[in-house]
């Protein structure tokens, strides 16, 4: 079946510690992005890409890192540098901007 | 102004009703529109998509939209207690940049009761 898997589905962050969340689509959509949603509050965008090779900053790119090696693939680094990153990170993609954007299920952030 | 507006809600409505969801934006050239439910603690998934003036429908879904008022409503028919949700607004819009960006409204919470 196509879709959208993000792992893991929980992840736990040790105070100084940098963790990778990852993102893996086989819809061949050219678009992905990163989004982090708050309890309460909507969806805020971290980071896009539109192509291989090439990404841009969303609204709250501030301590993540992404990388956009293989078409499938959109790997979001949470570092240390992000003081508050207990949060839901939802994953999506889409086959351009003016398209719908399909989500994965989600990895859940907490801090140990 | 925030660019797309939505009622936060809750929006209750007894089983078997009509609910009623709206969402206005800023953009005079948008383009695309889009509807989403999300149920707590999962991921948003795509209901209803929408790209000229008027109504389209999908079983007990039907969106609305009017370019010339900027908004775009969406409708249940025969609400069921499995409709209660948040729903979000998605609405292509041109940034700075002239690029396009999917910019969200912050969802109304939807519960139908039994």
């Known amino acids: 079946d196509g879709g959208i898997t993000q792992s893991p589905k929980y992840l736990f962050r040790k105070e100084g510690q940098n963790v990778t969340l990852s993102c893996e689509q086989n819809l061949n959509h050219d678009a992905m992005y990163w989004y982090r949603q708050d309890p309460g509050q909507g969806l805020r965008l971290i980071y896009y890409?539109?192509?291989?090779?090439?990404?841009q900053k969303g609204d709250i790119a501030e301590g993540y890192s992404v990388s956009r090696e293989k078409k499938e693939s959109f790997p979001l680094t949470v570092t240390s540098a992000q003081k508050n990153p207990t949060a839901f990170y939802l994953c999506?993609?889409?086959?351009?901007?003016?398209?719908?954007?399909?989500f994965g299920d989600g990895t859940r952030l907490s801090i140990l | 102004q925030k660019e797309v507006e939505q009622n936060s809600g809750p929006l209750s409505v007894p089983e078997g009703a009509i609910a009623s969801l709206n969402c206005t934006y800023s953009?005079?050239?948008?383009?695309?529109f889009f509807w989403y439910r999300q149920y707590s603690g999962k991921s948003p998934e795509l209901i209803m998509s929408?790209?000229s003036n008027g109504d389209k429908e999908d079983g007990r879904f039907t969106a609305q939209l009017n370019k010339a008022s900027q908004y775009v409503s969406l409708l249940i028919r025969d609400s069921q207690p499995s409709d209660s949700a948040t729903y979000l607004c998605?609405?292509?819009?041109?940034?700075?940049?002239?690029?396009?960006?999917?910019?969200w409204g912050l969802g109304t919470s939807l519960a139908v009761n039994p």
């Open positions: 999506a993609s889409s086959i351009n901007e003016a398209q719908p954007q399909h």
């Open positions: 890409s539109q192509i291989v090779n090439d990404f």
């Open positions: 953009d005079r050239v948008s383009q695309s």
């Open positions: 998605a609405v292509s819009l041109l940034n700075a940049g002239n690029n396009r960006k999917l910019i």
């Open positions: 929408i790209y």
